[in-house]
């Protein structure tokens, strides 16, 4: 028996969040160094910034450190499996090596939240007006990269008693209400901006609650719905969803107009999600939808928004099961987004990601044809993005084509062979080692299945054996991630040795694959297939009871054992005890 591995690209909307109008920028997780383009349209360069950070230099030196002890730890213990030292040497070796990938892993997730907080920041500064001398002293030290210098610029016990002091002559003097409102909003400023820098400093762990002392220094002085908006929203993008929800529910108060408020709706309905407190997400969701509903009808600019909407209250409806609501929601926001595309007559990953949000759902229903439908939009649209953007896209679209290799493998050998053709050469394009590798892998093993299936066994066994190459290659340095596929490729390369009549190397094989997860049941299967051909009935019977006491359903397990034998008699693979095996299955 073999196991058929499916990929399903993973689409993610980047817009779950709406930008307030003109107001606001996206930061992905992948935030580049470089050239960043704005939501207002400013361009920012932060190659000077990162270049010159020390803080950004010490994460990238502790990197390669990480990397270096992980290639020098994986030596060692490959070293030690040579010398065949005993178990509890090689297990304390592997147990170091996971943690070290484990505090690379750390390292680099600092690394990527500290590009997305500058980027983040850059853009902060790019939109406030550097109308005190404070500001522009924190910029100029922003932009040579030194940003706890910046941090320490804005002085919170000066600029405390300066806001204060205002708000003590705001009070005395009403005539001068309003320059002193206009300080009070630098004052602000800084507050903000300083509650954002205080929110990368990983070193100290109590930074949010800081950050949340600064940032209600400057709604003290300044309130409005542009600051409440982009601090909750780092909040939200930090994972402190609980804390963002106050700062979203405060910028509901005071948003001015109705495109404001939907804005706010929608985006504590997607908080309330994210804390699974789903029947307040579901009530923000309808105030979200009444309000951009109504927008929509008097200005179709709107529509985008109201598709939005629409897409998360199908995500709530599937989530709670209501599978026809759900459906309801993706059509609609499919309908509007399939309209805008035609107007522009452009695709954008938008379309893609409703696409694949209506194929899962229709998998879930059940509605095979549906949802192939579906995907094949979706990857009709990845193709298209791919050849403008391959860097970006081509993973997406790898998957796609992987997805069909599978689907068609059955009923049309040829077309699936074509898919797994193209996944193969599209992940190769990538050129991006250390990230496709295991997806290449994976892809290899199922177009050996496929081979296997269309009785090309040389093939199947070239393909499976490139296959395990590479997984032996990824588990050396990264076991804790690699060694269930390696397992799934030795259990599908005992099953290719049966059709081979290499029995010995199909019991090898198995062994192997559960000796590294015996959770894989099907592996046992093939062991028994490995005894029973060379004569070893009671050993064969006592693999294939095992297999079957493990499986949920026994009638299933003993036709799937079944069928094996039919397969393999059919391309003359076959022995005495068969008969014998059939009998007691049917027994």
């Known amino acids: 028996m073999k196991n058929i591995f499916f990929f399903f690209a993973l689409l993610f909307s980047t817009s779950l969040l709406n930008a307030q109008p003109g107001n606001n920028v996206t930061v992905q997780d992948d935030a580049k160094v470089g050239l960043i383009v704005t939501g207002t349209g400013n361009t920012i360069n932060t190659i000077q910034i990162f270049g010159k950070s020390p803080e950004y230099a010490e994460l990238k030196k502790t990197q390669a450190t990480c990397e270096a002890d ?3 730890k994986a030596d060692q213990c490959e070293q030690m499996a040579k010398d065949s030292l005993p178990a509890k040497y090689r297990d304390g070796c592997r147990t170091e090596l996971i943690n070290l990938n484990a505090r690379r892993d750390s390292v680099q997730n600092i690394e990527t939240r500290f590009r997305a907080d500058v980027i983040r920041l850059a853009e902060s500064f790019s939109k406030t007006a550097l109308n005190s001398e404070r500001l522009r002293m924190a910029k100029l030290l922003f932009d040579e990269g030194k940003i706890r210098e910046a941090d320490a610029v804005l002085n919170t016990r000066e600029m405390k008693i300066e806001g204060d002091l205002l708000l003590a002559e705001k009070a005395r003097a009403q005539e001068k209400l309003q320059v002193a409102d206009s300080l009070l909003r630098i004052k602000a400023d800084e507050f903000a901006l300083k509650a954002q820098l205080k929110a990368t400093d990983y070193g100290d762990s109590l930074r949010y609650d800081s950050a949340e002392w600064y940032f209600r220094l400057s709604l003290k002085y300044s309130e409005s719905g542009d600051d409440l908006w982009h601090f909750a929203e780092m909040l939200f993008l930090e994972n402190q969803i609980s804390r963002s929800l106050k700062y979203y529910e405060r910028g509901l108060l005071v948003a001015q107009s109705k495109p404001e408020k ?4 929608n985006a504590l309905g997607i908080a309330y999600m994210g804390i699974h ?5 579901k009530s923000f969701y309808e105030a979200a939808l009444k309000i951009r509903q109504k927008l929509a009808k ?4 709107y529509l985008p928004s109201l598709a939005q909407t629409h897409m998360n209250m199908g995500s709530y409806y599937r989530l709670i099961g209501d599978y026809v609501k759900a459906e309801k929601m993706y059509k609609y926001s499919l309908a509007v987004r399939e309209n805008l595309g035609d107007q522009k007559k452009s695709y954008s990953f938008d379309r893609a990601l409703t696409y694949g949000h209506l194929g899962g759902l229709y998998r879930v229903m059940g509605k095979l044809s549906e949802a192939k439908n579906m995907d094949e939009k979706a990857l009709e649209i990845f193709t298209y993005l791919a050849e403008s953007n391959f860097t970006e896209f081509g993973g997406h679209l790898g998957s796609a084509q992987m997805n069909f290799g599978v689907y068609y493998e059955e009923i049309n050998p040829l077309k699936s062979e074509e898919f797994y053709k193209l996944a193969l050469q599209t992940y190769k394009k990538l050129n991006k080692p250390s990230q496709i590798e295991g997806d290449i892998a994976l892809t290899t093993i199922n177009y050996a299945n496929l081979y296997l299936r269309m009785q090309q066994i040389s093939e199947a066994g070239r393909m499976y054996s490139e296959a395990i190459e590479i997984l032996n290659k990824l588990v050396k340095n990264n076991p804790l991630q690699y060694e269930l596929d390696l397992a799934h490729a030795y259990g599908n390369f005992s099953y290719y040795c049966i059709f081979a009549q290499k029995y010995e190397e199909a019991e090898s094989a198995a062994l ?3 000796a590294i997860d015996t959770s894989q049941n099907y592996i046992r299967t093939n062991l028994g297939h490995s005894y029973l051909f060379r ?12 297999y079957i006491k493990n499986e949920p359903e026994p009638t299933t397990a003993k036709a799937d054992i079944l069928k094996d034998l039919d ?5 003359g693979v076959t022995c005495p005890e068969v008969a014998r095996t059939r009998a007691w299955l049917k027994a």
């Not at 407190?277 to 997400?281: E, G, I, P, R, V």
């Not at 397969?567 to 391309?571: G, K, N, P, S």
């Open 70 to 72: 992980i290639q020098k």
């Open 262 to 265: 939907g804005e706010f709706y």
């Open 277 to 281: 407190d789903y029947t307040k997400a």
């Open 298 to 301: 008097k200005d179709s600019t």
């Open 512 to 514: 192997y694959a559960l």
């Open 535 to 546: 004569g070893d009935w009671d050993k064969a019977k006592a693999t294939y009871a095992e």
């Open 567 to 571: 397969d393999l008699e059919a391309v």
